[in-house]
């Protein structure tokens, strides 16, 4: 396998798309580091595992030693809503958009090489364009082409209102990759139509056309639907070792292998094609490759120290114990204000008054859902399920259910 | 009859809409200076009758002491065909656009009262205007709304490509009454979309939406199609009084009627009304009616003294020797680089040599048309018909065709 094909592979590998992976061979012949976007929100970020597919591929790249750029969009953002009618996006101000450029910046670069990474922000070149430059942009495509985009089409056909200024934003992605003389643009399948903007406007300015390497869109807890935070079936990276290991472990075989493709850095497909073969012939336990996954997951967010000590509480905690399998579900009922930590551990009947809590809790014996708790004023609320412990060996499993 | 109620039978004249009329006859209560907006494109001016309705209506606003602003879209004009499809429309500069605000003002003021107008151009404030600012107009207006202009409806339909620009220049038209703030904008019929843009984008900002008052497209010279250059059915304003007489002269009746709405200033409606019955009913030739009309165009235009040279011109030439009616027509061959005057009457057998053709021309004895011909370099391509003359009473109709 010469470097060029294993090059390719690694490029290529839980890529939904390339267009067109011809040029794509070419440009990596050339042997220079070729100049790799990926645009992002400029809304303040809180990056969850589904985010990390593309951050994945943008390292991907690094480490054959070509250079990411990792685009800010802060131009459309501090414009906000200008029908006026989701007062809820108000326009970012420039403060805004560094603040969120910090925390993208503490978030990525737990996946991304900051040597061969450029922060960079729309607004550089957009800020200078006139209101002429935009009419001129504007003549680079038609109306007829651009309610070809999916969303569009549907809205259109659906008689819901699209405002004009909808038509504008897929060219100002566009026109970014021009402004940066993108090699390649990565982005989510949803993102296709805006990538193949950049390469229709790079023609139109003389520039050969950019790379479209388009990823799935990562499915969530359920194995089903797509990550997301509003469907609640996401790992955030910032969320602690320990959760991130649990929710792991509770994902399906096949989503994990899936995830593996994704998510996985330190394990080539080749790996996880001999454990896949392992696990179907019965030498390898799937619960010792998910362990495995779930490792390299806490490890990339929090460090490997972290990690093992994540794994072990899991191990004790979960596993060994085999809370999941043994213990009972109580239901108990909460006010709508919440139950604090003393009354539910009484009322899940591992203490017999709210003092020995407070004595337990200041011993540090106290957790929930594997998670030492010290804070006396913590509320939980209803629609949860949690494991509750109490010393070393007394368990609970409650459903909070509302009074 | 009130001084209101003659006012707004006055500025009704002719129209086709008054959006809102209700409106209108409250703004012109507040007895003060109303705005009034007209716009005209930044291109080469020339102007025929067709144009004058506009004017003349502009004029009617100014006579009840109005403030007219007559507004041309250079922004628009200095872009060009931003789709580069169109080389034959470059960019205006501004040195273009000065020199044809000149010969606008060369024109538009033998209608328009000098003192009661302003000219503006768009440039003003749409060369402060950014990037962000474009789409923030953009935002004002729906894909859906502007698909129902007549003309991109028809080409969405057809499948005929509509650049994405395309649609910002509507709201730009609608936005210089926002910038403007009109009370009154007023257009042609094929303009009411976006005139009505200016309402909604005056109401976006806060102000009282102008009265948008269209008048319909003149009739040429056929009395069937709209006039226009490239129908040749026109009566430029710059052409000579001889010419508009003649021309207005052969108009036919109906028609006549229809330009004494729209075109004559002279003339009340109910002036119009009366001469209109006396032709019916045989007390007045309508040929005298004819003549008054073209007395008072060729007057506009060239002054009293040349309307009535040229109806004298029209009386002796045409009407006295009945030319029309009793002249046989010569077919003349022409060759491609055309035929200088002494030629041409050898030919139409007025004369029977060049030098006594160049005798009489000598004696302002020669004329084409009417015209006294002085030039012995002037020459007639193949495609016309003329009416030579030399002398008192030698006359030839003759048809110049390609030879």
Redesign the interface.
Known sequence: MTDLQSALDLLGRGADEIIKREELEARLKSGRALRIKAGFDPTAPDLHLGHTVLLNKMRQFQDLGHQVIFLIGD??G??G???GKNITRKPLTREDVQANAQTYAEQVFKVLDKERTEVRFNSEW??Q????????L???????R??ERDD?AKR?AA?Q????????YP?VQGYDSVALRCDVELGGTDQKFNLLMGRALQEHAGQAPQIVLTMPLLEGLDGVNKMSKSLGNYIGIDEPALDIVNKTMKIGDDLMWRWYELLSLDHSLADIERMRREVAGGQRHPRDAKIALAFELAARFHGKAAAEEAITQWNAVVREQRIDVDLPLLDIPVPESGLRIAPLFVAAKLAASNSEVSRKMAERALRVDGTVVEDREKTLHAGGEHLLQIGKRAFARVRLVAA
């Open positions: 131009f459309t501090m414009i809503d200008p029908t957009f800020a364009m006139t209101a002429a430059d935009m009419v001129k504007a003549a680079q495509h038609t109306v007829a651009m309610l569009f259109y008689q209102p699209i405002a004009i200024h909808e038509f504008l060219l």
